[in-house]
């Protein structure tokens, strides 16, 4: 006889039709991982769901035997409420993610939003069903949280260190930047505040009205030289509202390449520390960063081209460490081609200036040549001696300013990233001995620079340059110095006895 018609599967003492006297008709306690499953709708047919093999959940009895489901309860006490497992019920820290419910079939669109609820008109999602559960259970069962690898919280760590690192050395060397070019800025001219208007009318023929005008906007420099605080002085003038001040280059050229001290001195006496942004040895020139600057009037900036030989001018500045001195006279002459020689050609000096006669000394340096209207036309540079054109000598009635226009290149340049550049053509000119032919005479060509490509040999002497006739070579030099790097110019050129025009494209060099 086969195992399912034993009659040993049943109790001895028991028919087999007969219950146990304290049998229950169904559990009293769920299965593990058991749920209850809502009624199915009177008008709907329950569709039957996939088989899940359900394994019941030991427990010891009294008496030491493991049976498939709970004991039951004694007789007397009530039938504790049906137990929810643990990964069903919501934590009250961590709310189960609900599920999108879906409305029984026949009962219209499913339910994604606020309001009455698909079961009893409950709002929203999560609200109790008809089962004392939250609809998002009922529907879409239990959400389960997913734990991550172990090896993920390392991985973290060692990435957060390794960002940080890098931000460190990141910000750092940003810092270092910043520092090296502090007072930089990248618009130029353009990107600060400076005065547009001129403080006077053109007519003005005040004197005393200019020296009041521009005054304020005046200031006296100390500056380190040769390792000795205070060894250098001259003057400057406020350039905008950001604390800029324009002077010379070597009036702090010293101090720059020591590392020295530079105070500046404004027209209340007050004194304030200053910084170099940059400076151009060739066209000796120099910008400052002033701390506390901010509050001082700038100069306005005016034009030189429309100057006239005989124009009144006013000079502003400290000659002989006298400061706030104003000394009025002329313009003697126009495009002045003037020279201050350094150490090398790089740092030598080359000036197509305005001269004058207004008393201009040894302090000077670096302050404003200023018309009748109160703008600044000029920057004081040099003075004519018995020996040549120096700032060591003293005044007399020749002096020679930097022009405005070549002020604002170069300052603009400096601005913007703290140098200055200037053109070349990649040749060597003869600058005294000059023989009897009027023009700069070439003494060597450089290959592949703007004067080979052009086609200028060695003993071709240039005598203009676009319209601007060329005297010698310092007077080339200025000319070709009035332009800027990647422009492109015409010269005449003397070869054999015969002129000709070449187009040379200039190339830059810093300096």
């Known amino acids: ?57 030991p427990s010891v009895q009294p008496d ?33 993610a609900p599920t999108v419910p879906f409305a029984p079939a026949g009962s219209g669109p499913a339910y994604f939003g606020p309001g009455p609820g698909p079961y009893g008109g409950q709002p929203g999602y999560g609200q109790p069903g008809p089962y004392g559960q939250p609809d998002y259970l009922q529907q879409g069962g239990p959400t389960r949280t997913r734990k991550l690898p172990l090896w993920v919280w390392p991985a973290v760590a060692a990435l957060a260190l390794l960002v940080g690192i890098l931000g460190g050395l990141a910000g750092g060397a940003l810092q270092d ?8 800025v990248d618009n130029g001219l353009e990107g600060v505040r400076t005065q547009t208007a001129a403080p006077l009318d053109a007519d003005n023929g005040s004197v005393p009205a200019v020296a009041q005008a521009l005054l304020p906007s005046t200031v006296q420099i100390v500056a380190a030289f040769g390792g000795e605080d205070g060894g250098a002085t001259g003057s400057g003038f406020v350039l905008d509202r950001e604390g800029h001040v324009v002077t010379n280059n070597h009036v702090v050229a010293s101090a720059a390449a020591d590392d020295g001290a530079i105070t500046v001195i404004d027209h209340e006496g007050v004194r304030h ?5 940059g400076r151009s040895a060739v066209y000796d020139l120099a910008v400052l960063d002033v701390d506390g600057a901010e ?30 001195t104003v000394t009025s006279g002329i313009v003697s002459a126009l495009n002045r081609p003037v020279t201050t020689s350094g150490e090398s050609d790089d740092e030598s000096s080359y000036i197509n200036a305005v001269q004058t006669d207004a008393a201009i000394n040894p302090g000077n340096s670096g302050g404003p040549l200023v018309n009748l209207a109160g703008e600044v036309v ?134």
Do not use: C
């Open 273 to 277: 520390e200053a910084t170099v942004v």
């Open 64 to 96: 030491g035997q493991a049976y498939g489901m709970v004991a039951d309860p004694p007789p007397d006490e009530p039938a504790p409420a049906p137990r929810v497992p643990q990964a069903e019920q919501p934590r009250p820290y961590e709310p189960a």
């Open 378 to 511: 000029g920057v004081n540079s040099a003075i004519a001696t018995n020996g040549g054109s120096s700032g060591e000598a003293g005044n007399i009635g020749v002096g020679f300013a930097i022009p405005i226009e070549q002020v604002r290149t170069t300052v603009d340049q400096i601005l913007r990233t703290g140098e200055a550049e200037y053109p070349v053509i990649g040749a060597q000119v003869r600058t005294g001995g000059e023989t009897d032919a009027a023009g700069a005479t070439i003494t060597e060509v450089m290959p592949d620079t703007p004067a080979a490509r052009a086609g200028l040999e060695k003993d071709d002497v240039i005598t203009a340059v676009d319209d601007q006739p060329v005297s010698d070579g310092i007077a080339l030099i200025v000319a070709i110095r009035t332009h800027l790097p990647g422009e492109t110019v015409e010269m005449s050129v003397v070869r054999g006895g015969e002129e000709q025009v070449v187009e040379v494209e200039l190339d830059g060099k810093v300096g």
């Open 295 to 324: 509050s001082l009037e700038p100069a306005a900036l005016g034009a030189s081209q429309v100057l006239r030989v005989g124009d009144s001018v006013i000079a502003f500045g400290a000659p002989l460490g006298l400061s706030q």
């Open 1 to 57: 006889m086969s195992d399912e018609h034993r009659p040993d599967d049943q109790a001895p003492d028991q028919a087999p039709d007969e219950a146990p006297e304290h049998a229950p008709e169904e559990p009293t306690q769920p299965l593990a991982g058991w749920s209850p499953q809502p009624e199915p709708h009177p008008e709907q047919p329950v569709e039957p769901g996939p088989e899940q093999s359900v394994e019941p959940e």
């Open 177 to 184: 930047q910043l520092a090296s070019n502090r007072g930089t």
